[in-house]
Each structure stands twice: as structure tokens, then as C-alpha cells.
């Protein structure tokens, strides 16, 4: 069994910062992709951004130049550096794992419960 838990969401001024991290754990041999998601009230869920192992990264046009992701693979940790916040990023942000290889055997995605991220006007 592989659990996703993120911490760090809270509340925070517009153009202020908010640092967003999620650990993986369980019986994990390796981690292709891990990224957040995030899901503001009454609009649909969004690719925030996402890191390769080997660290390619993606961002959404609406966050790239504000938002950092990174990576730990030795503690299969995800990273999400938040700057320049607007009221607008108020969502539910969820940390994501794709291609997780578990011991014995078998490859999977995973997901966690998400944290709140408030961006106050």
C-alpha cells in the first residue's frame, strides 16, 4: 500500500509564498512522474505542474515563472515553491504519483487527500 500525504497548505496574502510538500511511502522500488493538481470551487481540476525522475518539468501557463516543483527521489518527496500568489490559486491542491513501481510487483498511480491553499485579496 503506497500513501501520498501532503502539508503545507494554509493561508496567505496576495503576492505572498507558500511552500507545498508531499511524501510517498510505502513499498516503492521507483517514481516515473509526480506532480500536483489543483481543484478550486466549481471549475475543473488542473495539471498545476509536474517533474520527471530525471527532473523534466511541466507547468501550467497559469502558474509558469510564480510556481517551483522539485524533487527528492531518495525520500520520494514532491516539492511545490508557491510565489507571487493571487486570489485566484485558492484551490485544493493535490499531490499526484504516476508509474509507481511497488515491491514485490506491479505499477500504479497514486493519489492524495489534498491540502487547502487560501490566497486572500
Known amino acids: 500500500q503506497v500513501q501520498l500525504v501532503e502539508s503545507g497548505g494554509g493561508l496567505v496574502q496576495a503576492g505572498g509564498s507558500l511552500g507545498l510538500s508531499c511524501v510517498a511511502s510505502?513499498?516503492?522500488?521507483?517514481?516515473?512522474?509526480m506532480g500536483w493538481y489543483r481543484q478550486a470551487p466549481a471549475k475543473q481540476r488542473e495539471l498545476v505542474a509536474s517533474i520527471s525522475s530525471i527532473g523534466v518539468t511541466y507547468y501550467a501557463a497559469s502558474v509558469k515563472g510564480r510556481f517551483t516543483i522539485s524533487r527528492d527521489n531518495t525520500n520520494n518527496t514532491v516539492y511545490l515553491q508557491m510565489n507571487s500568489l493571487k486570489p485566484e490559486d485558492t484551490a485544493v491542491y493535490s499531490c499526484?504519483?504516476?508509474?509507481?513501481?511497488?515491491?514485490?510487483?506491479?505499477?500504479?498511480?497514486?493519489w492524495g487527500q489534498g491540502t487547502l491553499v487560501t490566497v486572500s485579496s
Open positions: 510505502g513499498n516503492i522500488f521507483s517514481i516515473n512522474v
Open positions: 499526484a504519483a504516476w508509474g509507481v513501481v511497488v515491491l514485490p510487483r506491479g505499477k500504479y498511480d497514486y
